[in-house]
């Protein structure tokens, strides 16, 4: 009756139920398939169970996507095929939390049905970028979900964790790529050094000069620091100083750019001794014989800029003793401005000459030693850059102070010198008779002439112990000091 009527109704799939029923032997496993067919599933589902059939009643819950009532009947039942049944209902319902944008429990059940591409998008999309991680830690090598989670990694800006990632997988072009994209070029550098990519150089070198097109001088700076090219950042840092200089403004922030190139200078020394002990520690040679190895790869690496490397200080020594000298000669100290003066007369290639020797000219007036003012004014006459106008006002200046004093200083302290020990100059850096060399004191600006000295472990500058005790950080570079003289 049931065909005829199915045929009559023209449903052909009604026809097919009718002959899968004739095809069952048991009348409780027809009635159960007629109640599904009608709709009355808690019905069938019943009856499949009183059947023993769990597996009958778990593919008709698979049929309707009752993903949840299927976790049930299998978690109720044991079978060969559960556990595959298991995973496919945990991701199933995984799938309808994340549908729903509920991240945070599709994330319980892929957990569960450990469905890890459908973990990472939604660890992504709650920002649990520590799971996400933990994630990228537990995938074998050359695992395809690794490069998708490496790209995460970058969108985010995480670049150790994009790194790792890429190089789990053997892309090491796209973990220096990431490097690059995210700034990091200290260790897009040392992955290029370490896996021979060639082409961080010039992608380096392209990047600043993009910057520096720009005038950003301060960012291709920081982005050769990064890169442990301390070379050239400290000769844009220097660039940058000399510019200040030429304006005649700010001496104080003048300095500083000097000390902030110099310190770039000193990293890179640091940067040759730690190459050279870790190819010593490889090569297991003596330290004496590393050290000697550093020194001559430095010299070689550096040989077209020697000069900046051995003068790093001079820009901020000269600008410390010009600040200095004026600071001592307004707070009354002219004999200590004037030897300060001095001192600074050894920088008129950094400094301008005409502020250089005006200043000592004007300290040596005030200290009465006329002597020095007159070779001071001699020095100001002489120099080519000075104008009619200020030659004259040099010769009229000099004339109204040398007719009422005669050239001569009113007193010179001598010392003797620690080498030859012959009396000298307490003024001069060096000694006439056998040319040995005096540091000067950066705190007082005088020539150091004791053995018993401080040195600052950042600039290697000197001063002397009593002056130093009094400060909280180097005069020059303004290191901290920490543990006193030494």
């Known amino acids: 009756m049931a065909d005829q009527a199915f045929v009559r109704c023209r449903d052909y799939q009604g026809i097919e139920f009718v002959k899968r029923l004739g095809n069952l032997q048991s009348e409780t496993m027809r009635s159960a398939e007629v109640a599904a067919y009608f709709k009355r599933f808690e019905e069938a589902e019943r009856m499949y169970l009183d059947m023993d059939r769990r597996d009958l009643a778990v593919n008709l819950r698979i049929k309707l996507g009752d993903w949840f009532r299927v976790v049930q009947l299998l978690k109720a039942g044991s079978g060969g095929g559960d556990d595959t049944q298991l995973i496919q209902a945990w991701n199933a319902i995984g799938d309808y939390y994340a549908d729903r944008q509920k991240w945070s429990n599709a994330v319980q059940y892929y957990v569960q049905g450990n469905n890890q591409e459908r973990l990472a998008e939604c660890y992504y999309m709650l920002e649990d970028f520590i799971g996400l991680q ?17 790209a995460q990694f970058v969108t985010v800006g995480m670049c150790e964790e994009a790194v790792q990632a890429y190089l789990k997988c053997n892309q090491v072009k796209k973990a220096v790529d990431c490097c690059v994209e995210l700034n990091q070029w200290d260790q897009a550098v040392e992955l290029a050094k370490t896996h ?18 720009k005038d950003k001088k301060l960012q291709a700076i920081e982005l050769y620091r990064k890169a442990n090219h301390f070379i ?70 550096a040989t077209s800029d020697m000069k900046i490397i051995d003068n790093a200080w001079r820009g901020a020594e000269a600008h410390h003793f010009f600040l200095l000298a004026q600071r001592q000669l307004y707070q009354g100290y002219v004999d200590a401005s004037m030897k300060t003066c001095l001192r600074l007369c050894d920088y008129d290639d950094i400094i301008d000459p005409v502020d250089i020797y005006s200043l ?11 002597g020095t003012c007159s070779k001071a004014f001699i020095k100001l006459e002489s ?33 003797e010198c620690h080498t030859c020990e012959n009396m000298i100059p307490d003024t001069t850096s060096l000694c006439p008779n056998c040319e040995a060399k005096f540091p000067t004191c950066v705190v007082t600006g005088r020539p150091i002439m004791d053995y018993q000295v401080w040195m600052c472990s950042t ?21 901290s000091i920490k543990s006193g003289p030494y």
């Open 459 to 479: 600039c290697k500058h000197q001063a002397f112990e009593g002056e130093i005790q009094n400060q909280t950080m180097c005069p020059l570079c303004h290191a």
């Open 383 to 415: 120099l080519g850059s000075a104008t009619p106008e200020q030659h004259e006002q040099y010769e009229k200046l000099a004339l109204e102070i040398f007719t009422k004093h005669a050239p001569k200083d009113s007193r010179t302290n001598k010392t």
């Open 196 to 213: 021979n990519i060639k082409e961080i150089d010039s992608l380096l070198a392209r990047y600043a000069a993009h910057l520096l097109d």
């Open 232 to 301: 050239e950042a400290a000769k844009l840092m220097f660039q940058i100083a000399e510019e200040y200089a030429k304006k005649k403004e700010k001496p104080q922030r003048t300095k500083k750019m000097y000390v902030l190139g110099a310190l770039l200078i000193e990293s890179y020394h640091e940067q040759m001794k730690l190459m050279s002990k870790l190819k010593a520690k490889s090569n297991r040679k003596a330290e004496a014989s590393s050290a000697l190895a550093g020194l001559l790869e430095e010299e070689a690496l």
């Open 360 to 370: 000592l000219a004007l300290a040596a007036c005030a200290n009465r030693a006329f």
């Open 134 to 150: 933990k994630l990228a830690d537990g995938l074998p090598e050359n695992h395809k979900l690794l490069p998708e989670l490496g």
